[in-house]
C-alpha cells in the first residue's frame, strides 16, 4: 500500500477549529491514518512513503460542490440547452468538463440533476477509474409538473426533454421515480416553481399532496429528495412533505424558516449564480432582463438564511455550475466568498459549509471533507490562508498539491477546446435591422 505523509502544514480540519500550524497528515491509500505533530513514517517492503513538504502551506479538506450540472454543456440560452444537445455528444462532453472541476480543487461533488440520464453513468466511470473526476453523487431527470420549471413553453406537457421529467398524476409521479432509481439516481429533484411566459418570477407548479407521493415513494426506496424553490410557500410545502435538502429557499417568510429550523433541513441557497450575474453579468453580456429575475433575492433571502444557520440549520455550498454563467473549474469557491459576503459568515465558517457540512448534500457526513483520521483522503495543499482571505480558494494558481481518494491529481490545465458542431445557437443579428437603424447616423 502507497503512503503520503504530508508534512509541517497549516491544517484546516474543516470543522471550524483554529488553524493547527507545523501538523503532519499521513494518508495510506484512500484514507487518512493520522494527523498530529512530527508524525514518524518508517519504509517498509510493504508500504512505499512519499513525502510531501508543507511548510508555509495550508492543508485542508478537498472542497466539496454540493450542486452542479456536469451535463449541461455551459449553455447560454435554454434553446441551446433543450434543442442543441444529443446524448452521445453530451457524454463525452461531460466526462470532459469533469475533469474540470476536479483541478478546480473540487474532490467530491452532487450533480442534481441532468440530461439523457448521464450523471449516473459518469458517477459509474469515475468511480470505476474509466474518467478522472471527484467523488460524485448523481440525480437524474427533474421531475415537473405540464406548468413546467425554468424553460417556459420548451418543457412539455409529458415525457422528458432536456433536464426535464414532466409527470402528469400520482400513477406517473410513482412510476418516474422508481424508474430513476432503478436507472441508478442518488437523489431525486423537484422542481417546485417554475417560469412561464405569461407570469413575472417563478410560481409553485406542484401541490404540498403532490411533493408527498415523490417522497413517500423515493424514502420508501432509501432514496433522499431535493427540491428547487423560488418562492415562501413552495419551501414550506417542501419541507412539509419530506423533502431533504432545499434549494435557493428563495423569499423566505416566517412559516418556512421555522419549519426549516424545527425539522432541520439543509439549503443550498445556491447565490453563485446570482451573485456572477449582478456582479459581472455586464462583463459576459447578460441582458437585464436576465438580471432583473433574480433582483434582491441574495440580499433578501440571504438574511433570512443566516438566521436558520445561527440556529443549526446546515447552509450547503453549490456553484451552479453547468451554465455560460458559471463555467465548470471556474466558480466551484465563490458560494464561500459569497457567505462571508453577504451572510457574515468568518472564511472558517464558510470554509466548514463548503467541506465538512457539505458532506451531508451527498449522503456522506463523517465519511468526507475533514482532515482527520479515518476519513477519505480528500486533501488541498495551497499557498496562502483562507482563514483569512476565503478568496484564496477561487485562485487555481495558489494551489500545489491534490489529493483525490489518496491519489495524486496532475493540477495542470485542461487544454482547450473548440466548440462541437452545433454546440451553440447562432442568429444573423442581435437586433432586427429596420430602416430607421440602416440609416441611422
Same mark, same amino acid.
Given at each position: 500500500m502507497h503512503a503520503v505523509l504530508i508534512s509541517g502544514g497549516n491544517v484546516i480540519d474543516g470543522t471550524g477549529s483554529q488553524p493547527q500550524p507545523n501538523t503532519d497528515v499521513l494518508i495510506e491509500g484512500d484514507r487518512i491514518v493520522a494527523v498530529g505533530k512530527n508524525l514518524v513514517v518508517e519504509k517498509s517492503s510493504e508500504r512505499e512513503v512519499r513525502r510531501v513538504d508543507a511548510t508555509g502551506l495550508t492543508v485542508m479538506p478537498g472542497l466539496i460542490d454540493a450542486h452542479t450540472h456536469i451535463t449541461l454543456?455551459?449553455?447560454?440560452?435554454?434553446?441551446e440547452l433543450f434543442l442543441h444537445r444529443d446524448p452521445a455528444t453530451a457524454a463525452?462532453?461531460?466526462a470532459y468538463n469533469v475533469r474540470k472541476v476536479l483541478r478546480a480543487g473540487v474532490t467530491s461533488m452532487f450533480d442534481v440533476d441532468g440530461i439523457f440520464n448521464i450523471g449516473p453513468a459518469l458517477r459509474d466511470s469515475i468511480k470505476a477509474g474509466v474518467v478522472e473526476g471527484p467523488t460524485m453523487k448523481s440525480g437524474s431527470y427533474a421531475l415537473m409538473t405540464a406548468v413546467g420549471g425554468t424553460a417556459?413553453?420548451?418543457?412539455?406537457? !409529458?415525457?422528458? @426533454? *432536456?433536464?426535464? +421529467?414532466?409527470?402528469?398524476? /400520482?400513477?406517473?409521479?410513482?412510476?418516474?421515480?422508481?424508474r430513476q432509481v432503478k436507472d441508478g439516481a442518488d437523489c431525486?429533484?423537484?422542481?417546485?416553481?417554475?417560469?412561464?411566459?405569461?407570469?413575472?418570477?417563478?410560481?409553485?407548479?406542484?401541490?404540498?399532496e403532490e411533493l408527498k407521493v415523490v417522497c413517500d415513494t423515493a424514502h420508501d426506496?432509501?432514496?433522499?429528495?431535493?427540491a428547487h424553490c423560488r418562492g415562501d410557500k413552495a419551501t414550506l410545502d417542501s419541507v412539509m412533505a419530506g423533502v431533504d435538502i432545499i434549494w435557493h429557499a428563495s423569499f423566505l417568510g416566517d412559516a418556512s424558516l421555522e419549519a426549516i429550523i424545527d425539522k432541520k433541513v439543509p439549503v443550498g441557497p445556491v447565490f453563485t449564480f446570482l451573485a456572477n450575474l449582478s456582479e459581472f453579468g455586464h462583463k459576459a453580456g447578460?441582458?437585464?432582463?436576465?438580471? !432583473?429575475?433574480? @433582483? *434582491?433575492?441574495? +440580499?433578501?433571502?440571504?438574511? /433570512?438564511l443566516r438566521q436558520a444557520y445561527d440556529a443549526g440549520v446546515k447552509l450547503l455550498c453549490g456553484s451552479e455550475s453547468g451554465f455560460s454563467m458559471t463555467p465548470y473549474g471556474h466558480w466551484h469557491a465563490r458560494e464561500m466568498e459569497v457567505?462571508?459576503?453577504?451572510?457574515?459568515?468568518?472564511?472558517?465558517?464558510?470554509?466548514?459549509?463548503?467541506?465538512?457540512?457539505?458532506?451531508v448534500a451527498l449522503?456522506?457526513?463523517?465519511?468526507?471533507?475533514?482532515?482527520?483520521?479515518?476519513?477519505?483522503?480528500?486533501?488541498?495543499?495551497?499557498?496562502?490562508?483562507?482563514?483569512?482571505?476565503?478568496?484564496?480558494?477561487?485562485?487555481?494558481?495558489?494551489?500545489?498539491?491534490?489529493?483525490?481518494?489518496?491519489k495524486n491529481i496532475d493540477l495542470s490545465p485542461i487544454e482547450p477546446r473548440a466548440m462541437l458542431r452545433g454546440e451553440q445557437s447562432s442568429g444573423w443579428s442581435d437586433v432586427a435591422l429596420t430602416r430607421e437603424l440602416a440609416y441611422s447616423k
Open positions: 454543456g455551459e449553455p447560454r440560452t435554454n434553446d463525452i462532453l461531460a417556459g413553453k420548451l418543457i412539455p406537457d !409529458s415525457g422528458t @426533454a *432536456g433536464y426535464a +421529467e414532466v409527470v402528469r398524476n /400520482k400513477e406517473e409521479t410513482v412510476l418516474a421515480v422508481r431525486i429533484k423537484i422542481h417546485v416553481t417554475g417560469s412561464i411566459p405569461t407570469r413575472s418570477g417563478e410560481i409553485q407548479v406542484w401541490t404540498r426506496l432509501g432514496v433522499r429528495v431535493t447578460a441582458t437585464s432582463s436576465a438580471k !432583473s429575475i433574480f @433582483a *434582491g433575492e441574495l +440580499e433578501n433571502t440571504g438574511a /433570512k457567505f462571508v459576503k453577504h451572510l457574515g459568515m468568518t472564511p472558517l465558517q464558510a470554509i466548514t459549509c463548503g467541506t465538512k457540512d457539505n458532506a449522503d456522506e457526513d463523517g465519511e468526507t471533507g475533514c482532515i482527520a483520521a479515518g476519513y477519505r483522503a480528500d486533501v488541498l495543499v495551497l499557498d496562502g490562508d483562507p482563514s483569512k482571505d476565503i478568496s484564496l480558494l477561487g485562485d487555481k494558481s495558489l494551489f500545489r498539491h491534490l489529493f483525490c481518494r489518496g
